[in-house]
């Protein structure tokens, strides 16, 4: 086995050439390159993180943005609510108003219609009160051939009249 | 070797390649071999990958997201094993995976068929007992940095009954003493198990089919498929030795951050 045989011969070439290449690994590689490549990764890793967490925020602004935008739109439609309820009132009251001027008008209407249909009947009574004794009269003198007075006449007819 | 004759452990000799005999310092000779060579090579690849992936771009390339794999999971087993705390130990545990993983890997290559012969660094108990013994004085020494002399409490495990301390503290000592050698001697015999592996079955195809044609049959042929399958679980094996070395070097530290 060389490595026992030549022991006594290598092993201070093999420590010596070891320590100064691994040492120079070391120092270029681990000390020099090494933190050049982790940074670069924590760079990498950093500005991922930074992103994430931007998209994060922004995702929350968005939904703090809805949630403003959906109280917005919901107070918004209580005061459109409110003004058509308003509305409804209001054209309410006035059509109430205007149906009140309106009854009033009509009662009035019918109250002077009333009035004259009543004064027409009065009158056309009166009218037929008159043809009717001058027909009784008409009617005695011819069956009976007695003259009756005007009056007589006239009260006979009021009596048949007011017992129908 | 044309007689079919192949010698199984001659892949992990070291041959000097320059400065063997005036190269030392403090009278230890510091030759530069085939280990040290494969090494260099190692060290040189890690930094052309790494620094091919530290381009800095948001959006990364392929190269770029190979290297941020690399560096995400050791980060994330150094989290999962130590904590927050564990960033600081990122550029070792890197460095140490990955070197071991590209030692493994570098050592595994097919070369041998351009004529060059790939050399595994992590087969020799020197090298990996290095990097296991300096490992484990990081434990070491930030165990007693951070918490004096109650770093010895980690010997006597919690609930512990007051008469079983004098037992279960040598027992808890000598885990703890073993553990680079357990480290180091884990990575070394599973590389050079791998590749002492892969040399006989290829001396089995080279005798079987010089042989004849029976033995190319029975032995040659069945050993090739082998070899096929083992090749690519030694490429697993190659990612899961340099995975425990980073994964223990990991627990071992938590011990030393996060005393029980």
Known sequence: MPQIAQLATTYSSQVFWLLVCFGLVFFVVGLGLLPKVTSTVDLRDKQIADDLAAAEAARAAADAEEEAWKVTAARQRAEAQAVIAQAKADAAKSTEAALAVASAKVDETLAAAEARIGAARNAALGEIEAVAADAAQDIVSRLAGISVPAEQAQAAVKGVLAHG | ?260
């Not at chain 2, 771009?57 to 087993?77: I, K, S």
């Not at chain 2, 490992?135 to 006597?156: E, T, Y």
């Not at chain 2, 033995?215 to 094996?237: H, K, Q, R, Y």
Request: aromatic content about 12%.
């Open chain 2, 1 to 260: 070797m044309a007689e079919g004759k192949v010698d199984p452990v001659h892949q992990f000799t070291i041959e000097p390649l320059f400065g063997t005999d005036h190269w030392s310092i403090a009278g230890y000779n510091v030759m530069f071999t085939n280990s040290a060579l494969w090494m260099a090579i190692t060290a040189v690849v890690l930094i052309v990958f790494v620094a091919g992936g530290a381009k800095r771009a948001v959006v990364p390339g392929r190269w770029q997201m190979a290297v941020e794999g690399f560096t995400g999971f050791v980060d994330n087993l150094l989290k999962s094993n130590i904590g927050e705390a564990g960033r600081k130990y990122l550029p070792y545990i890197f460095s140490l995976f990955m070197f071991i993983l590209f030692a493994n890997l570098l050592g595994l290559l097919p070369l041998a068929l351009v004529g060059l012969h790939p050399f595994t660094a992590t087969s020799h108990f020197t090298v990996t007992g290095v990097l296991a013994v300096m490992s484990f004085a990081i434990v070491l020494i930030v165990g007693f940095a951070k918490h004096k002399l109650h770093f010895f409490s980690l010997f006597v495990p919690h609930g512990t009954p007051v008469p079983m301390i004098p037992i279960i503290f040598p027992i808890e000592l000598i885990s703890f003493m073993v553990r680079p050698f357990s480290l180091g001697l884990r990575l070394f015999v599973a590389m050079m198990a791998g590749h002492v592996l892969l040399e006989v079955l290829s001396g089995f195809v080279i005798s079987g089919t010089n042989a004849g044609a029976l033995t190319f049959g029975i032995a040659a042929l069945p050993s090739f498929l082998l070899m096929i399958g083992i090749c690519a679980l030694e490429l697993l094996v190659a990612g899961i030795q340099a995975y425990v070395f980073a994964l223990l070097t990991c627990v071992y530290l938590n011990d030393a951050e996060n005393l029980h």
